[in-house]
């Protein structure tokens, strides 16, 4: 097996973000489920993006936010996803490639704009997510860079990017692609609706070997297990995957590998102004840790690190320098 070129390749969905603060009010306004995530057509993106408050832009899906956080920690990252030939696409491309990322997947000339998520900060730090999927969803298997996904240390894919029927293909073709080449698979299941409607296919993936690592939260993890006891839920999944990883908000985070647990508390903040990104900031420092090959606890002290700095700030992106916490930390 060669030495990877990258050290983690992420496929997701390619979206710009738009985030902005918002109120209760303006939530019963137009009927959106604080702290949720919908989905919604071109034409309620259009009429909420117009609504809403000024907001920053930033390029954004989950996946390209854990390549933010691990690029910002040094890391060789490339990116698989589609953009439309538009003005969001533009800003997509150029703002993923400004942190360090490998990024050049063709565009979409299917004439469906740029994907773009319109985030609602309420003043108690809860996000409420309105997602238009646009040409993310269309992500044919032709899109994929066999190479740089054979070169790639750790293959990341984006669970909400396993909807679509398009994306679903290519990223198991680019799970064959990897384990081909002696790679690692990790997938973060992302969302409850998305385990809802493809619990078996997770699954199977699961019970067939071809996860290495398996991110979740407190919820996605009893969802995937079907029970409301999260002890229950991580006795049920931790034997079937090598590594599994989930996070628990303000009670830290756990792995198990090998019957082995390990824990690690949530990291100091002085005021939660922001929970967008959490879970994909705290999945960019662990996996930065797996691929230096630090210990399971390190990797997860490495992203609760990483998970504090975002909620301490509006936007998935981080403002701090993570090299420099991370010094500072001694991890």
């Not at 090959?293 to 320098?321: F, M, Q, V």
């Amino acid at each position: 097996m060669t030495q990877p070129q990258y050290d983690v390749v992420a496929i997701g969905n390619a979206i710009v973000d738009v985030i902005a603060p918002s109120d209760d009010a303006f939530l019963a306004l137009h009927a959106l489920p604080k702290g949720g995530m919908q989905l919604i057509d071109a034409e309620t993106a259009d009429f909420l993006y117009a609504e809403m408050g000024a907001g920053r832009e930033t390029s954004g899906g989950s996946a390209a936010n854990t390549l933010a956080g691990l690029a910002a920690l040094g890391k060789r990252c490339g990116f698989i996803g589609q953009v439309a030939n538009d003005q969001l696409g533009t800003i997509f491309a150029h703002d993923i490639k400004a942190l360090g990322v490998d990024y050049h997947t063709p565009v979409s000339n299917g004439g469906v704009p740029t994907a773009r998520c319109l985030v609602m900060v309420t003043p108690d730090a809860q996000r409420t997510m309105n997602t238009f999927l646009g040409a993310s969803q269309h992500l044919p298997a032709s899109a994929l860079d066999p190479e740089m996904i054979r070169g790639a240390g750790i293959l990341y894919l984006e669970g909400y990017l396993w909807d679509p029927e398009e994306p679903r293909k290519a990223m198991r073709s680019a799970i064959e692609l990897a384990r081909a080449a002696g790679r690692k698979v990790a997938f973060t299941l992302s969302d409850g609706f998305v385990i809802e409607r493809h619990r078996a296919d997770f699954m199977t993936l699961i019970e067939s070997g071809l996860i290495d690592i398996l991110f979740s939260n407190e919820a996605e993890i009893q969802a995937l297990a079907q029970v409301e006891d999260f002890e229950q839920a991580v006795a049920a999944i931790a034997p079937k995957v090598p590594i599994l990883v989930s996070t628990r908000s303000e009670k830290g985070a756990v792995a198990v590998a090998g019957g082995k647990r390990h824990e690690a508390p949530a990291a100091p903040v002085d005021e939660v102004i922001d929970t967008t990104g959490a879970g994909d900031l705290f999945a960019a420092g662990f996996l930065a840790g797996i691929v230096e090959g630090k210990n399971l606890t390190t990797c997860l002290h490495l992203g609760a690190l990483c998970a504090a700095e975002i909620i301490s700030h509006y936007g998935a992106r981080p403002e701090a320098d993570l090299k420099e916490l991370r010094a500072r930390s001694g991890l």
